[in-house]
Each structure stands twice: as structure tokens, then as C-alpha cells.
T-cell receptor, first 113, second 114 residues
Framework: KAGVTQTPRYLIKTRGQQVTLSCSPI?????VSWYQQTPGQGLQFLFEYFSETQRNKGNFPGRFSGRQFSNSRSEMNVSTLELGDSALYLC????????????FGEGSRLTVL | AQSVTQLGSHVSVSEGALVLLRCNYS??????LFWYVQYPNQGLQLLLK??????LVKGINGFEAEFKKSETSFHLTKPSAHMSDAAEYFCAVSEGGSNYKLTFGKGTLLTVNP
């Protein structure tokens, strides 16, 4: 099976712009989660989607949003970018095995100038 | 609420030496515990996980971890370090069930010296 695929891998934006990141989960995985990784804060949970519904949300401002499509692919959007949004954004999928094990993509590295 | 504490943000060992990365957790329910590894510019790869049953868990690349409920610990070990083990390691906890959220520790950067 192909792994979790995230696009784009790298991108540079300027303050005030918005960005959309894409994630294709492992085939058959219906749960998709997003995490933000920064040197200062580490790995922080953004949100989790299952069957096109957001089931869990982390403590991030409303500028961070996401959605999931019927084929389980997911996108996350960050509007009005700030310098502090520079991070590695990781997508993970799960096959709902009750343990919470996540399979991660390689991430999208966002730099905000 | 769950939390994970990784003792030591940076651990340095010599090639061939024992690797010990420490992890303590807090959870209100019996936890599921994970160790992930991250190489530069890559995502996280699962090393091993504890669910139920045997408390000594063996993972990939010769790593293992022991779940100690009385100490709320899940330390990661490898008898003999290899240069290729140099990476960042993350301990994580999950409540399981329908809550598909992992709480991660801050990570431990492992350096292996020749």
C-alpha cells in the first residue's frame, strides 16, 4: 500500500496570505489527523476527521481549518498567515484499530516571511 | 488529560553503547503508548507500541520498551547503538477508543558518536 501522501512538501508564503495543504491517507484509512510541529512547541494536535466530520479539534485559532472529502482525502487551510505559523504540518491516517496508532506522511514545511 | 514527559532533550552515546531514552506519561485511563522516530526532513515512523498484554514490547531496528504501570514509564532501549539510529525520538500516549488523538512528548534528539 502507498503511504500517506502530503502536498506540497515545501512552500513559502508571506504574512497575510492563506495556504492550503493536501493529504491523501493510506487506502482504506478513514480517519485523518493533522499536527503542527515547531521547535518551540513540539508536536501539537490540530484536528481529526472521520467520514467528512471533524471529531476532535486542538487549541488553535479559527484561522486554522480543515475538511475531509468523501474519498477520505483531507485539506487544511490557514488564513491570514503569521510568522509564527512557520512549521512542519504533518498529516496522519488511521485504520481505526482502537489503539490510536497513526501513520504519518512526510509533512508540508511552511515558511512564512 | 494526558501528558508525556521525555527526560532529556538530547542524548549522546557512542556507537555500540546502550541507548536509553526515558518517557513518563500521565493518563486517566489505561493508556496506549507509542514510540515514533523522525529522521531529518521526514515524517514520523512507528518504532513500537504498547496496547495490552506483554509489558515488554519489541519494535523495529532492535529497539524495545517496557511498560511499567507502577512507575508510569515507557522507556525505550537498544543494547547497541548504530550510527543510523541518530534521529529524534518521540513518545506518545493515546486514550484509544474513538479518540484518535496522540499526545506527544517534546522529543529526544539522539546523537551517535563514532
Amino acid at each position: 500500500k502507498a503511504g500517506v501522501t502530503q502536498t506540497p512538501r515545501y512552500l513559502i508564503k508571506t504574512r497575510g496570505q492563506q495556504v492550503t495543504l493536501s493529504c491523501s491517507p493510506i487506502s482504506g484509512h478513514r480517519s485523518v489527523s493533522w499536527y503542527q510541529q515547531t521547535p518551540g512547541q513540539g508536536l501539537q494536535f490540530l484536528f481529526e476527521y472521520f467520514s467528512e466530520t471533524q471529531r476532535n479539534k486542538g487549541n488553535f485559532p479559527g484561522r486554522f481549518s480543515g475538511r475531509q472529502f468523501s474519498n477520505s482525502r483531507s485539506e487544511m487551510n490557514v488564513s491570514t498567515l503569521e510568522l509564527g505559523d512557520s512549521a512542519l504540518y504533518l498529516c496522519a491516517s488511521s485504520e481505526l484499530d482502537q489503539t490510536g496508532e497513526l501513520f504519518f506522511g512526510e509533512g508540508s514545511r511552511l515558511t512564512v516571511l | 488529560a494526558q501528558s508525556v514527559t521525555q527526560l532529556g532533550s538530547h542524548v549522546s552515546v557512542s556507537e555500540g553503547a546502550l541507548v536509553l531514552l526515558r518517557c513518563n506519561y500521565s493518563s486517566s485511563v489505561p493508556p496506549y503508548l507509542f514510540w515514533y522516530v523522525q529522521y531529518p526532513n521526514q515524517g514520523l515512523q512507528l518504532l513500537l507500541k504498547y496496547t495490552t498484554g506483554a509489558t515488554l514490547v519489541k519494535g523495529i531496528n532492535g529497539f524495545e520498551a517496557e511498560f511499567k504501570k507502577s512507575e508510569t514509564s515507557f522507556h525505550l532501549t537498544k543494547p547497541s547503538a548504530h550510527m543510523s539510529d541518530a534521529a529524534e525520538y518521540f513518545c506518545a500516549v493515546s486514550e484509544g477508543g474513538s479518540n484518535y488523538k496522540l499526545t506527544f512528548g517534546k522529543g529526544t534528539l539522539l546523537t551517535v558518536n563514532p
